[in-house]
């Protein structure tokens, strides 16, 4: 077995060792049961017509998994915060590198076994969520598995961020700063967003320029777009003039162009935080 490997499987162990994946579940069958409850007040309410809830259920979809996002990437930073300082701190990884294992396979095997429990944790949550949804109301959005892929980016691209700050900053520090990047991203997305609602040209260049600086915004709209059915999207470009204003509406999905960039910044900070590893003192 490679040294990549071992290290994820002892990584995927201590998550479970620390209670994180129980407490990911339990946030998680929290807000599906919240939200099962909200559906179906939503889809059985007698003042709604059905042409309203065509349009409300997708929208409260979108805020439910926007929440559920939020959930990826604090998973992400409080998991990945920890993983190279905390070790460095304590001397755990004075043992690990005293016998013949690169430090780039720590690095490495860590973001395998942290990555391995984000991707189970965006395909079941949004699993659930889909199947209650589709339960109580019988609307299932149009790529349910391209919408899991791209929460799973958004946590990878902060679980790759915060690995490289982890050889740098201690863990709070790590996880604060990494949560404040996340933050200062989406709200960098809401100003576009802002920006082109009232077309104040400066305002939308910040939201363009900041989903290619960390982006996790950019993906969180390709989630979006594919949340969204066909009609859905033709109803709000054609009764509203501002629908690119809107932080939780996207008329398109993220251009191939941006999806290469987003490979080559994952690559790029992956191989920075190897570099930043091998060069630290332990």
């Known amino acids: 077995m490679s ?35 909200g559906f179906d007040r939503l889809a059985h309410t007698a003042s709604f017509t059905s042409g309203e809830v065509d349009v409300a259920i997708p929208q409260t979809l979108i805020l439910f998994m926007f929440m559920f996002s939020f959930v990826v990437a604090l ?23 005293a016998r013949p294992v690169r430090r780039s396979d720590v690095l490495l095997g860590k973001w ?29 959005p149009p790529d349910p598995v391209v919408v899991a892929l791209y929460l799973f980016a958004e946590g990878a691209i902060l679980l790759t961020l915060t ?16 949560i404040a990047l996340f933050g200062a991203s989406w709200l960098a997305g809401v100003v576009g967003s802002l920006g082109l609602a009232f077309k104040i040209s400066s305002l939308t260049t910040v939201g363009n320029v900041a989903r290619y600086i960390l982006p996790t915004d950019g993906l969180w709209r390709g989630a979006i777009y594919y949340l969204e059915p066909q009609s859905f999207v033709v109803q709000r470009l054609t009764n509203s003039h501002d629908s690119g204003g809107n932080p939780f509406f996207a008329q398109s999905p993220p251009a191939w162009g941006y999806l290469v960039w987003v490979g080559v ?18």
Not at 5 to 26: F, G, N, P, Q, S
Not at 265 to 282: K, T
């Open 75 to 97: 998973s992400a930073s409080a998991m990945a915060s920890p993983a190279i300082s905390a070790e460095a701190e304590s001397g755990v990884l004075l043992s690990i590198l």
């Open 112 to 140: 395998l076994g942290l990555a391995t429990v984000l991707l189970a944790y965006a395909a079941v949550v949004s699993f659930l969520e889909f199947a209650v949804v589709d339960w109580v109301s019988g609307f299932v």
């Open 3 to 37: 040294p990549v490997v071992t290290i994820a499987l002892l990584t995927l162990h201590e998550a479970v060792r620390r209670k994180l994946i129980a407490a990911c579940a339990a946030i998680t069958i929290g807000l599906v049961g919240l939200s099962a409850w």
């Open 163 to 178: 690995l490289m700050l982890s050889t740098r900053l201690s863990a709070i520090a790590t996880g604060v700063v990494a």
């Open 265 to 282: 910044w994952f690559l790029a900070v992956l191989v920075a935080g190897i570099v930043s590893f091998d060069r630290r003192e332990v």
